[in-house]
């Protein structure tokens, strides 16, 4: 069982800048892969970042390339996304989410994540 609490949310003015934070307890942290997800009011739930166990692999879809990154500190059993020149439309409940799978393996897609955390409000205004 792996138990997930991100911090970090907040409002934040367009073009400016926030750090989530994603911190596990439970089992290894290393031989998860651990994903970023948000979902706005009425808009499905979408991915936002994913990073592999080792910290080897990253992914980011279009939306965020360029803006998002990730990255890990496996002693600390932490994952963090730092988030650049934010958009309005970036504004949305985020959640990080962990899945078995060690080495370099990705998993992007919210059904191949088994936990979850509870989520933090992001809020942009324009």
């Known amino acids: 069982q792996v138990q997930l609490v991100e911090s970090g949310g907040g409002l934040v003015q367009a073009g400016g800048s926030l750090r989530l934070s994603c911190v596990a307890s439970?089992?290894?942290?290393?031989?998860?892969?651990v994903g970023w997800f948000r979902q706005a009011p009425g808009r499905e739930r979408e991915i936002v970042g994913a990073?592999?166990?080792?910290?080897?692999?990253?992914y980011f879809p279009d939306s965020v390339k360029g803006r998002f990154t990730i990255s890990r500190d496996n002693a600390k059993s932490a994952v963090y996304l730092q988030m650049n020149s934010l958009k309005p439309e970036d504004t949305a409940v985020y959640y990080c989410?962990?899945?078995?799978?060690?080495?370099?393996?990705?998993?992007?897609?919210?059904?191949?994540?088994?936990?979850w955390g509870q989520g933090t409000q992001v809020t942009v205004s324009s």
């Open positions: 989410a962990a899945a078995w799978s060690r080495g370099f393996v990705l998993r992007n897609t919210a059904p191949s994540y088994d936990y």
């Open positions: 990073i592999s166990g080792n910290g080897g692999s990253t």
């Open positions: 439970g089992r290894t942290f290393s031989s998860y892969a």
